[in-house]
Every structure is written in structure tokens, then in C-alpha cells.
């Protein structure tokens, strides 16, 4: 247990919590404890949101090329660990240790790297106003962000918030989940041996009901980053009303991921497993919706639920396993019972609906596929696991009206040849992000979020560095004629 570090880090100290207690972090595939990491309370995040605060002046000040530099000095310490930290996401999470390696580490080192190489070319601009005055906009950063992050990809969700926030002169006070912290602490570590001054960045662990809300509420944190449930983001909203502080939101999902009659269906058949069990289908952007064209269904399903049915389940540390546990026992029983859910709304399970046998000890549950009808809970809620609901359509604008019937707009999926109608939909989806013939791509210079109930607000790209400042505007009179009604 001692391979972890546990504690918070405050001002670049690691300490316990002011009142002591523990949380207890689990391995999911397990059950066996793999460290008891300090519990943070308010008081600790009024200690965090000091040291934030101290750091703060000098932080924003250094040269931007100076930040950017420290940013890609923690990418390359990030990719000189990526054993380490791809065995204890792996660990922690439960994900498969090759999607770890493959996917969790990589993305998580090319986006400190593209926001280190942001630092220096956010640029102002020059506003053509009346004659005689000059107007610039300059972007200054925020102060104090606040970032509270979910369980299911705790590496790179932490550097799509710190990854910006750093590069535009912000310091830090973070919240992993209580569930999944330990790669974050991890890159605590890290950051102090890069050099990142003392309190730029400060990791509170701890429950979302106490330290998430607290981070929510404090009057000194200028704006709170937070992605998660869409009911936890409501009431992030209200508690920053006291101070008024900047929100953004990246919250749930229900992904259309439409198949066309005219689709290469072998690529849809894999990239359609892909959207929903990558990640065991804990991911806000899964594409738990898979819409057919009633033409194709039953050969496309023919395809697809053998497909599923040979997804090797296994450890999440052997290189062979491409789907492990949830990443927690309460999850496992939450995914399940949707199962009941399906079959009480007259769904049809044709793939998976149960905990997989010899896998009693882990947090499994077989990749389960369901039949529904469009207005049912199962093609409606989130389920958050390796649970897909299947509907059918016949026309276009069935598709559509299908396609945006869920209160979600977050990521939406195509697959046809028909480069007219991928267009239209795309126009007319409603969604944050549209993958044609492709799912679930995401690059830290594209903007990532949502609309609807998915959230607002951007992660990453350029969008991301206006999300983590504030325009100044300046007006200088160069040569102008005062107005006659002004009196000298
Ligand atoms: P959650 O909302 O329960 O928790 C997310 C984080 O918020 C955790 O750190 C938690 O401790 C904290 N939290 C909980 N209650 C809080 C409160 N009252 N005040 C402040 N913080 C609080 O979500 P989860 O179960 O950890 O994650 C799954 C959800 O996240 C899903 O709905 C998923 O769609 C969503 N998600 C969205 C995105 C996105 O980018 N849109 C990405 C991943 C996950």
C-alpha cells in the first residue's frame, strides 16, 4: 500500500487532512484495498484555496513560455512513467492495462504538450472601434480555478482542466473522485519534481458532498471546472451563485450512433463496439444508442452480438483482457439494474444482462445488448456501462427526431457513404461533437462538450484557453475629437 502516495497536497507540501479521517480506495477487480488516501473536508479546501491564492501572483506573472516550459518538462515526466501510471490507473479504475498504456497515458501526455505549447500563442486583438481611439483586448487568467472530476478517466480528464488552466496563469485546486484518485496524486508528484511552483497546483481528495461542494460555494475560487452527473453539475450551479463564479459543465450523455442502410458495415459493426464497450461503456460520450436502419438490423446485429459475445473479460493488469471490472461495486449494481429496468418496459436482452461467471470477486457485467423502443428509460437514462440499447428506424427524419428525442446533447455517431446526408445530420444533430464513419475521436486541439443537458462550456483547443481567462478591454484616446456635448 505504501507504493501510493495518499496524502493531499497543499502549498507543495503532502499533509493528512486537518481532521484526520481516511477513505479507503478499492480495487474493483478485486476487492483487496489499495490504499487509504487521506479525506479532505472544507477545512482543508480553505487551506488549498489559500495556498492557490498565495501562488497565484508569481504563477501568472512568469513569462507565458516559462509556464509552457514546465508543462512540457510534466509531459515528458508523465511519458518516462507511463508504466507506472497506466498500472495504477489499471489498478484504480479497472480499465484494461493496454487502453491504459494505449490510450489513458499517450492522450494524457499529448495534452500537456499541446497546452505547453499553447502558453505563449494565446494572443489579444485589436478592435476597429470610432476614429481616433485605440481598443485591445487582452485575456488575463481567472485566478483560482476549482476542478472536480469523475471517476471514469481520471488522467486525462484531470489534464484537459490543468492542462489549460496552467498554461493561461491560473492556480489550482483540485478534486479527483474519491473512487479513482490515485493517478492524480501521482501527477502531483510529478509536477513538484518538474519544478511547478508550490501551490499552483493543490490536490484535495475527498467526497463530493463535503469537499466538491465546498469547492462549489468558496467565495475565493473565481471559477469551478467540474464534469460529472448532470445532477451533481445543478447543484454546482447553484452553489457558486454566492460569488457568482464562472461554471463549466461536462456532464452526461445518451450518444446516438446512427448505421445507415449504405454503410460499410463491417467498419460500423467495429467501430459500433468500439462507442459503447471501450472503457466498459463508462464514458459520457459511449454511443449507447444504436440506431439501424431496418434494412440492415438483423444482419448488422447478427455481427455485432458475436462480436460482443468474444470481448475477452478479464484482470485489468494482463495485456490480453480488453474489458474489465466497473470501477466500483455500487456502479456494478446501478448497470444491473437497468437490466430489469429493459425487461420491465417489454425491452428484449439478445446479448448479456448478468454479472459474467468466474468473475464473482470483480465488478463485472456481461456486454449486454437491448432492444427498446425510442421513448422507453433504458434509450433515454444513462446507464454508464457496457449496456447498449438497440432501436430501429426506416426513414431519415425518423432517424432524426429519434437521434435528438433525449434531453442529452454531447457526442452523436454516422456511418454511411452518403456524404450528402452525413451533412445534413451533422447540421442538424443536437450535439456537441458529430463522428462520421468514426467514433468517439477526441484530440486535445478540438473543443470537447456538450449542449442541452450534456453541459456548457469547452474543454480543450483554443476554446479551452477562453474558457480559463477573461477578456480585458482598453480604450485609448489617440487622437479623437471629444463630442460637442462633452464640456471641457
Ligand atoms: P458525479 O457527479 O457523482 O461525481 C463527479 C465528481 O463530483 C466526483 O469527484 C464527486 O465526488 C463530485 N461530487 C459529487 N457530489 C458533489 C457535490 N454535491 N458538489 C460538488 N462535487 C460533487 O459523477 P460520477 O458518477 O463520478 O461520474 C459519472 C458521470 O460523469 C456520468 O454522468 C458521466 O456522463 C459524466 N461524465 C461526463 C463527461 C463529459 O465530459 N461530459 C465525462 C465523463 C463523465
Redesign the pocket.
Known sequence: MTQFQTKLLIGGEWVDGVDGGTIRVENPYNGETLANIAEATAADVDLAVAAAQAAFPAWAALPAHERGRLLLKLADAIEADTANLARLEALDTGHPIRDCLGLDVPRTVLCYRYFGGMADKLEGSVIPVDAGFLNYVEREPIGVVGA??????PLM?TS?KMGPALAAGNTIVI?????TPLSTLRIGELMLQVGIPAGVVNIVT????T??????EHPGIGK?A????????R??VK?SAGNLKKVQ?????KGPNIVFADADIRAAVNGSAFAIFHNQG?????GSRLMLHEDIADGFLEQFVALAKSIRLGDPLDLQTEMGPLTSRL?QERVLSFVDVAKGEGGEVIAGGSRPNGFETGCFVEPTIVRAKPGDRVAQE?V?GPFVTVLTFKTDEEALAIANSTDYG?GAGLWTRDIGRAHRFAKKIHAGMVWINCYKRVHPASP???VGQ??YGR?MGFEAMREYTVPKSVWINVDAQIPPFYRR
Open positions: 472536480i472530476v469523475p471517476w471514469n478517466f480528464f484537459w478534486k479527483p473522485s474519491e473512487i475527498g467526497y463530493g458532498h469537499v466538491g461542494a465546498a469547492i462549489a469551478v467540474f464534469t460529472g452527473s448532470t445532477a451533481t453539475g447543484s454546482i452553489a459543465l461536462e456532464l452526461g450523455g463508462q464514458a459520457c460520450i459511449a456502479h444513462e454508464f454531447l470537447f462538450g456538450g450534456s453541459g474543454e
